[in-house]
């Protein structure tokens, strides 16, 4: 297995996140550079001085998806998430995000396809939890996501697939051709690796919704009592709708079909919106923006021959969530520089027209 380390933008007056970088074999030369570029783009875009392990390869996926992402997570209270976002406030998104988390010991949460609804057993029908369980008073966070946030989380890995301690493991698919040169644009049939490495780097960070365990695990019985649904993330607690914010509650963790804003003051103003859920709601993963919307990188297919880049909008989440920008002017894939002494060397298609593939995370 090749492994290289990958820095940040040289010349920054702060210090930037490291990626560690582990190839499995059959991954080419040419992937491997690709990928270091796109982790190079991250790196370059925070400030925070945190080391990722990341674990990358290629295989044959199912059809329709073109790369797939499994992060290591680990849980903590609330109390401690809370207290760690307010010490790391830095930007005028962080304040707002913080003064949505209510200064108690839990959150409440808009909930539905529990055992224990009060609407009956698995019924789609919301309602609001807030009876301070383990799932109002956890959060589940990518190993990346709490590093940035100075929370210590579980050294493990990913039986299978990581050799060693890793924070995520990434797989691209050997199905469909791969433009892995952005510098001359997307080749027509091809797809843009770069990008799509962006994207799947960007759900090891922390964009995930826990709402897509909630989604796949309630199409039949049993269903979940709602205290066994700890998997509420960081990006979670900006998710909310209408109906939530007008029963009160700090997020909406229900799957099925309607808008979800991403809002940092419960929806009395939006920012964007998220999928709504592959099995109950828009048939795209909940950790993702929603679809045809070209809202950034994180939207949840590609085509080929695009390149796009990311957004405003991509930056403002992840500041949301505990990770310090260098600005939301973040340099393009391609005019960055590397800090290894060899080093080798956007989720394509946010149109309305997509077409041939959609990207799925491995949760």
């Not at 383990?134 to 589940?140: C, E, F, W």
């Not at 029963?247 to 808008?259: C, H, K, N, Q, R």
């Not at 060397?345 to 491995?362: E, H, I, K, T, W």
Request: proline share 4%; net charge negative.
């Amino acid at each position: 297995m090749l492994c290289l380390t990958v820095f940040g933008l040289m010349g920054s007056a702060r210090a930037n996140p490291v990626f560690n970088l582990a190839f499995t074999g059959g991954t080419s030369p040419t992937e491997q550079a690709a990928f270091a570029t796109a982790a190079n783009y991250w790196a370059s875009a925070f400030d925070d001085n945190v080391a990722i392990n990341l674990t990358v390869g290629t295989a044959a996926l199912s059809s329709g998806v073109l790369a797939q992402a499994a992060s290591v997570r680990s849980t903590f209270s609330y109390s401690s998430f809370r207290s760690k976002m307010l010490a790391d406030i830095s930007s005028a998104t962080d304040t707002a995000a913080v003064a949505h988390l209510p200064n108690t010991t839990g959150v409440s949460m808009y909930l539905n396809y529990t055992s224990n609804s009060p609407n009956g057993a698995g019924s789609a029908t919301p309602y609001v939890d807030a009876d301070g369980d383990a799932n109002n008073t956890t959060v589940r966070i990518t190993n990346a996501n709490a590093k940035a946030l100075g929370l210590t989380p579980i050294n493990s890995t990913l039986l299978g697939l990581c050799d060693a301690f890793c924070d995520g493991y990434i797989q691209f698919s050997t199905g469909y051709s791969w433009d892995l040169d952005r510098s001359n644009g997307i080749s027509a049939g091809a797809f843009d690796f770069v990008g799509l490495a962006i994207h799947e780097i960007g759900h090891a960070l922390g964009f995930l919704s826990g709402v897509d365990y909630l989604d796949t695990n309630s199409s039949e019985s049993p269903y979940k009592a709602d205290n066994l649904l700890t998997y509420v993330s960081p990006l979670d607690m900006f998710r909310c709708s209408a109906a939530s914010a007008s029963a009160g509650t700090t997020l909406d963790f229900t799957a099925g079909s309607g808008v979800r804003n991403f809002s940092l003051d419960n929806c009395a103003s939006s920012l964007g919106r998220f999928a709504e859920g592959a099995v109950h709601g828009d048939g795209r993963q909940a950790s993702h923006w929603k679809d045809s919307l070209a809202l950034g990188i994180m939207d949840p297919t590609a085509a080929p021959g695009e390149l796009l880049a990311v957004t405003p909008l991509d930056l403002i989440a992840f500041d949301a969530i505990g990770w310090n920008l260098e600005s939301l002017e973040v340099p393009e894939p391609g005019t960055l520089t590397f800090g290894a002494a060899w080093m080798l060397g956007l989720l394509a298609m946010r149109r309305r027209s997509r077409a041939n593939g959609q990207v799925r995370d491995r949760a």
